[in-house]
């Protein structure tokens, strides 16, 4: 495990010290704000306190990020699944880059209107909306990285493997293609978040996407401006959880880039 350096601690100082600066700015923003439009930080803080132990948290936010991370997983298992057909079969490329182009050109929170006319707010479409959202990143970054592999390697593996297809697609291309499969994945739990909300405020009775467009709808700027700080926490701590995954599983090539450097 490296220590720290100087130059990595004094980044992450200045970061928190802009945090900092600007939550003072906000608090100093809405004290004096008369329209009641712009709360104060103190009193949106305390809201949300309020809003987390309230009946909110098991009604509204838990299943909404239960619903993310459903679409997440299953919209990143499709997509690393179709990407390795994609990016290691070669002659499906002529069939399939058209087809795809199109599709990842629609945009998916345009589709939200559509899928709640068609199927209503349910579980099923909101899960379905996240995980489209969070499969072209995946999928995207599963092909680049597959066909960026060393041509190098891959014959190095056909003289010390059996030679067989499967054998050096599993053995070599998709460990090598790993760090960019990951940097789909962050991307795609991203998106997952934003399609989270989206989701939820078209025809929703539930959710922190609805409770946020609920609250300003009401003109409730504290309650809304409270459930836009929770969304800020959730996504937080699930970055948060997402880097300790991928600390723990790329050790292995974050100890390469240490040698190769």
Known sequence: MKAPTFRSVTHRSVGWIFVLVLMGLWEIAGRRDASGLFPPLSEVLTETLEVLRSDALTNDILPSVARALA????GSAAGIALGVVLGWWRAL??????????LRAVPVPALVPLAVA???STD??????????AFWPVLLNTVDGIRRVDPGYIESARVYTSGSSFSILRRVVLPAATPQ???GLRIGLAISLILMVVSEMFGASSGLGYLVLQSQRLYAMTSMYAGVVILALVG???TALFSAVEKRAMSWFDGMKGRTS
């Open 71 to 74: 679409g997440f997983v299953l």
């Open 93 to 102: 490329e002529p069939w399939t880059t058209a087809p795809l182009e199109f």
């Open 118 to 120: 068609l199927y209503g």
């Open 124 to 133: 099923p479409m909101k899960v379905g909306i996240i995980a489209l959202g």
């Open 181 to 183: 499969i990951t940097t």
């Open 236 to 238: 937080l701590l699930l």
